[in-house]
């Protein structure tokens, strides 16, 4: 029979969670990109300011590497 004095702890290391953390920051990041862009006017439709380079490319860019981050830290195995 072995014994294995390994003791119950966190799932993940120090460094999967400082990976993890800067994950989500980028997605909010890439979430504040995509704001904003409306009218006070319903009558008034700005087509330039709602499909712009920033909303409709960058943001989806940063959401998803974001994501890709976020798995990156998940996936490390931790040195412990």
Do not use: W
């Not at 993890?20 to 006017?41: A, K």
């Not at 943001?59 to 890709?68: A, E, H, K, Q, T």
Request: proline residues 4%; positive net charge.
């Amino acid at each position: 029979m072995s014994n294995n004095s390994k003791k119950p702890g966190f799932a993940f290391g120090k460094e999967n969670y400082k990976i993890l953390i800067v994950g989500i920051l980028v997605v909010i990041i890439g979430y504040m990109l995509m704001i904003g862009g409306g009218s006070d006017d319903p009558n008034v439709f700005n087509e330039e300011e709602i499909f712009s380079f920033r909303r409709i490319t960058l943001s989806p860019l940063v959401i998803l590497s974001g994501f890709v981050i976020v798995l990156l830290g998940i996936m490390k195995k931790s040195k412990d």
